[in-house]
């Protein structure tokens, strides 16, 4: 479904990604961790082409990545994304926000997408927002919305950076429970977060980044009991000891 | 208050050239402003380049000075306007560029985020523009839209120095006809400038109150 092979990023001096390999199989759920700064969340937003890349390449569905042009916009209609500040769209009401690419990118007629549209927002637990503006619900309700957003466009894939870092404790998990449900649901998933509990209930790979590179990667039973990296293991020790 | 009840037609009629030249120009500017900040915001250098360069020049000039280009230098070289025409076109041109920076600043103050949203549901660059950073961009920028557009309703009054027979060029009139009057006559004008200017502000609040995101 996704492959990056020989990929390099660099930020001015700073080498981001070095030498990432990577193939996601469909209906595959890859969850991505590793300290602040190692560069997952580039790692997810090169995948849509958001981030550039400067060697290598990056493929979905055996499709290189296109420049930037029509081409990369309907390739990215296929990638579905869910940023850690949600950005939905701040004019539009909650239903607006899950109706907009279907009708103005799919051509889908606005009745057709509002009944989906709807059935989307139950499905996620907002339906009785629809009408509001975003900025009127709760953090952990606008990630939903973005999550339906994103679902309305039917992608392939799902790309989440950091879905529940702006978030409460309690909004965490209806948020991870949604993408739990999706996961289970056969959705390929690339997901950038520091939630353990999720990589272990959720992922079918779990991906470990430092300083740019993919360190380790296992399933998650694997990883979090028996982590093969002297660096991964320093990782695990800091972050699940409290 | 003989000096205002009994020019009461004048007064009006002086207060609509005013509004006609409000109208005329904030419409001129509009376009003109918009034109330029979308040259200034493009993402070929050489448009971003004539756009700061406009920018630079006409904002820094002070709009005496470029009505006294347009309404002695046109003539000068052929062009035969109105004088209406000739005034506007130097506070169109001028106005125009608190217009551009007024939409840049609006769309500089969109998220970022808001962007890759609409990128990432797959629209292309213009829709992106049209239907997501825009509308947001126009959102933000009534405020300062406003104050330009009351900057303009004053700057008119410079429209009496070249015979234009405005509000102000009627106060002047009625200052040398009614001696005694003069503080009535200030008031007088000055009250008519400031209703004026309470529209614009009462629309721009409106504006901002049906538009506000949050």
Known sequence: MVAMRGVQKHFGALHVLQDIELD????????????????????????????????????????????????????????????????????????????????????????????????????????????????????????????????????????????????????????????????????????????MGFARTAADRVLFMADGRIVEQNTPEEFFTNPQSERARDFLDKILKH | MDALTDNASAILDGFWLTIQLLVVNGIGALVLGTLVASLRLSPVPVMRAVAGLYITVFRNTPLLVLIVITYFGLPEVGIQLGFFTRISIAMSVYTSTFIAEALRSGVNAVPLGQAEAARSIGMPFTMTLTQVVLPQAVRATVPPMASVLIALTKNTSLAAGFGLAEATFRLKGLVNDYATERWVIFFGIALGYIVIVEVISFGAARLERRWRVA
Not at chain 1, 50 to 77: M, V, Y
Request: net charge negative; with cysteine.
């Open chain 1, 24 to 195: 996601v199989a469909p209906g595959e759920v890859v969850v991505v961790i590793g300290p602040s700064g190692s560069g997952k969340s580039t790692l997810c937003r090169t995948i849509n082409r958001l981030e550039t890349i400067d060697e290598g390449s990056i493929e979905i569905e055996g499709r290189p990545l296109p420049q930037e042009g029509k081409a990369l916009a309907q390739l990215r209609a296929d990638v579905g994304m869910v940023f850690q500040s949600f950005n939905l769209f701040a004019h539009k009401t909650v239903l607006e926000n899950v109706t907009l690419g279907p009708v103005k990118v799919r051509g889908v007629a606005k009745a057709d997408a509002e009944k989906r549209g709807l059935e989307l927002l139950e499905r996620v637990g907002v339906a009785s927002q629809a009408g509001k503006l975003p900025a009127q619900l709760s953090g952990g309700q606008q990630q939903r919305v973005a999550i339906a957003r994103s679902l309305a466009m039917e992608p392939k894939v799902m790309l989440f950076d950091e879905p529940t870092s702006a978030l409460d404790p309690e909004m965490i998990k209806e948020v991870l429970d949604t993408m739990v449900s999706l996961a289970q649901g056969g959705m390929t998933m690339v997901v950038v977060t520091h939630e």
